[in-house]
């Protein structure tokens, strides 16, 4: 037996599992969330359920480092396809679900909140290629989502929402606030059947950017995005059209007649969600980062001021991503001296900037 399948071996469990002082420890410094006021929490997005063409099992020292950076939360934005039969999308395969109950456990040993999330849901994705049907509009889309956020939900029940959330749709894009309201509200009736508590986090509209009033009163809290603009976070970004033909990105950056500042950015993409804040909805930010190819300068100023704004309004965040072409691990950047860590190259003075944060 490899020391891997070992590793599964041990972690392959859920709730029931007592742990030892130290794992107890690092769940008691978890902060307790509501819907109403989330946590400050910090941390990463981790990518290995992200495709289903590349999906992994998660890896432990994602974790570890998260701890070990002195943050406390994950993001697993997952694709649906992973753990469902490809001909018949209403039948779940228990050994990728066995996978996240890995990761569910990694969270606990190491004191970090997981946010559960379908990246690609059943009838929505903002990725290629896009569903078959619409999750906004169709009612068979509508079932089978919630067949499967309620097995979510069933498979996790009485985990503590300190440790444990769902987020229902990754950045629904054009999609009419009653509609979004609809499916949302059918979705958590899915969800707190199976286990009445749980924490549900749901994205804004327009792809997280526009704060999701018509979520007021449905008893979830909301995440938003910090990617704004996007002439600096997906500055020739390939999948991105037009991109490799904007110019390389200053900051402040000067767009017409208005300067992408702190004070823009707090003005245009922190007050509407404060007014979100104060009417019961707590807010955090899911996802955050630049690509590669922005000039480090540049997006280390643009995230010293955006990572300013929100720890001024008290909101969490989740980078994207820890490992890969936004991360601080193997980013690889043309302008960036990296440090070795544990075999992979570190990018110093974005974590810096982070645990500052």
């Not at 889309?141 to 979510?152: E, G, I, P, S, T």
């Not at 991105?240 to 007649?257: A, F, H, M, R």
């Not at 300013?308 to 980013?331: H, I, M, T, Y």
Request: with cysteine; glycine share 8%.
């Amino acid at each position: 037996m490899t020391r891997r399948e070992m590793l599964g071996m041990v972690l392959a469990t859920t709730a029931a599992i007592v742990v030892d002082g130290g794992e107890a420890e690092a769940q008691r410094k978890l902060p307790e969330p509501s819907a109403k006021k989330l946590p400050r929490w910090r941390g990463f997005n981790l990518l290995s359920k992200f495709q289903v063409a590349s999906q992994a099992r998660f890896d432990e020292q994602d974790f570890a480092c998260i701890q070990d950076w002195g943050m406390n939360f994950a993001r697993l934005p997952m694709d649906y396809r992973c753990w469902t039969e490809p001909d018949d999308w209403t039948k779940l395969r228990e050994p990728v679900l066995t996978e996240i109950d890995e990761a569910v456990r990694l969270g606990e040993k190491y004191g970090v909140h997981l946010l559960l999330n379908f990246h690609r849901a059943p009838g929505y994705t903002v990725a290629q290629p896009p569903e078959a049907k619409s999750v906004w509009s169709d009612e068979d889309a509508q079932r089978v989502c919630a067949l499967h956020w309620a097995a979510f939900a069933r498979r996790y029940k009485g985990i503590p929402n300190r440790r444990l959330s769902f987020n229902l749709f990754n950045e629904p894009g054009v999609v009419a606030p009653d509609a979004h309201r609809k499916v949302v509200v059918r979705m958590v009736e899915a969800i707190h059947e199976q286990d009445p508590n749980r924490l549900v986090i749901c994205d804004g509209r327009q792809w997280g950017n526009t704060a999701p009033m018509e979520l007021v009163g449905t008893g979830v809290a909301a995440a938003t995005r910090g990617y704004q603009p996007m002439q600096i976070s997906h500055w020739q970004a390939s999948w991105v059209g037009g991109s490799d033909k904007w110019p390389e990105p200053t900051y402040p950056l000067k767009e017409g007649n208005h300067l992408w500042d702190r004070e823009y950015h707090r003005e245009y993409f922190v007050r509407p969600w404060k007014e979100l804040e104060q009417k019961g909805v707590g807010v955090m930010v899911g996802e955050f980062g630049a690509f590669n190819r922005t000039p480090h300068a540049v997006v280390m100023a643009w995230m010293r001021d955006c990572l300013a704004n929100w720890k001024e309004a008290g909101w969490g965040w989740a980078l994207w991503n820890l490992r890969g072409s936004f991360g601080v691990l193997d980013s690889d950047r043309s302008d960036v001296k990296y440090e070795n860590w544990h075999g992979h190259k570190l990018d110093r003075a974005m974590l810096t900037l982070l645990q500052e944060n």
